[in-house]
Structure formats: structure tokens, C-alpha cells
């Protein structure tokens, strides 16, 4: 059986990418709901009718556990998924703990980019209550990067303005840490890294969910041997064209690319 990954876009595909690492011998099913993309802008129960809507599909095809490859989706549905179906479900937070962690007792404070949505949601905020004692996490939405990954737009002279403007506010220098609190984040690590200090370190939950989802299916005995064979689904329609399927494969040598430095 597969296990089914769920963005609103392209931006699962870098938890995807993370975990294909670790279980490298599965097989995919990567559902992006491109009809309904952004959803951090939009109204919580809106966006709430298009996930459930996906994973019923998702679940109607036998995957035999979900990652939630959305930090806005986890932050809205996730415990409600859970009791919805029987088949493990996963979900990606902003990585808020370990950014603390490094920094706690040094003056260098947090910064966690991500939707809208997620940043408004009880879950984040409960999360950050109860672990920034010292108060050093600030938060800000880029909804833009979203818009930019979605039309395929990663040029640095595009991407580095629009992050200047959207900062210009902010004193970086402040920084240690950046929470890349969005799936679609990833792919703009390079023109991120140029516009804050050069110390300043970027993370992103990825690795722990992907950790995570191989711990669930070790102790199901569910490995695979597969082949690290993946289909698409855009909203429902099997992706098979051959344009749209390329794209996807340059978006992973782009992160191949992105994670070597
Ligand atoms: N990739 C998603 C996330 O991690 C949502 C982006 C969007 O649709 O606004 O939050």
C-alpha cells in the first residue's frame, strides 16, 4: 500500500523530498489540492470542507497512513482527521521547540514565517504560550512565497525584494532562527539566507515528521520494499501529463541542490 502525502500545493513535495530519504523503498500517493491553493488566506471552515473533501478521496484510494504535508492544514483538522479514519495520520507543525532550544538563555530571538492561517490558529498559539517562557518568538505571514511557489517563480530578483519589503520592519540582526512554519518555504532557502545574516540558522519540521512517520510504520511492521514509486493527484484528477510531472521532477533536484549547501 502507499502512503498518501496532502498540500494545497506544491509545497508537501519538500516534506516529501525529506522523507524519501528515510524510507526511500515506499511508495507515494502526493495529493495537492491546486484547485483550492492558498488556503492560509482564507476562511478556517472553508479551507476545513476542502481538506476533508481531499483526504476522503486520498483515503478511498487505500494508503495505509497520511502525512499532512501542510502546517495550515494540520494547525485546522488534524485531531478530526484522526478520528475520521483508521490509518495512522501525521501532521507538520512549525518547528517552534527546537528553535527555542538553541537560543534560550542567548539574546538571539525566534522568527517563525508562515500562513496566515497557521499563525492565527489556536494550536500555534497554545504551542507557543506554553514553551516561550523568555518570550523571545515573533511571528510573521508570507503569504507571497506561497503565490510565488505555486506559479513556479524561485529567481532571487524577484524573491529577495518582495522579502526585503516584507521585513523592512523587522531588525534581523535579533534573529538566531528562522521556522520555516510553511511547506512551501523550503525552495526559497537561498534568497532567505541572503537577506538575513549569515548565522542565522533555518529549520523546518520536515525531518521530525519524517522521522516520525518511519517510527509509526517500524513499530506496524508496514515497511515497504517498494520502488519510491510516486503518483499525483491535483485535486481529485490523476496527474499524467508529462509537463506538469517534470515540473515536479525539478522541484526535487532544486531541493537536492538547496540542501547540499
Ligand atoms: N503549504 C501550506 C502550509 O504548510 C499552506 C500554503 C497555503 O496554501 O497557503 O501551511
Known sequence: MRI?????????????????????????????DTRHVPYGEKKKEEV?????????????QNV??????????????????????????????????PAIEQWEGTEKKVLVLATSLTLKEKKYNDLVHRIDQGEIVDSLPLPGL?????????????????????????DLGQYGTVVLGCTHF??????LRSVFPEYVNF??????????????????????????????FKSGEKVEDT?????????????DRLNKR
Open 4 to 32: 498518501g502525502f496532502f498540500d494545497s500545493g506544491i509545497g508537501g513535495l519538500t516534506v516529501l523530498h525529506q522523507t524519501l530519504r528515510f524510507l526511500p523503498n515506499e511508495d507515494y500517493l502526493f495529493y495537492a
Open 48 to 60: 476545513r470542507e476542502y481538506i476533508i473533501s481531499a483526504v476522503d478521496f486520498i483515503a478511498s
Open 64 to 97: 495505509k497512513a497520511l502525512v499532512v504535508a501542510c502546517n495550515t492544514a494540520t494547525s485546522i483538522v488534524i485531531e478530526e482527521l484522526r478520528e475520521r479514519y483508521d490509518f495512522p495520520i501525521l501532521g507538520i507543525e512549525p518547528a517552534v521547540k
Open 146 to 170: 506561497v503565490q510565488f511557489a505555486e506559479s513556479f517563480e524561485f529567481d532571487k530578483n524577484t524573491i529577495v525584494p518582495y522579502l526585503k519589503r516584507e521585513l523592512s520592519s523587522f
Open 186 to 191: 523550503p525552495y526559497f532557502v537561498d534568497s
Open 203 to 232: 529549520i523546518s519540521g520536515s525531518i521530525g515528521t519524517a522521522k516520525n512517520l518511519q517510527r509509526i510504520l517500524e513499530s506496524k511492521d508496514q515497511i515497504n520494499q517498494g520502488t519510491g514509486d510516486i503518483i499525483f
Open 243 to 255: 509537463l506538469t510531472l517534470s515540473n515536479y521532477h525539478n522541484l526535487f533536484e532544486m531541493l
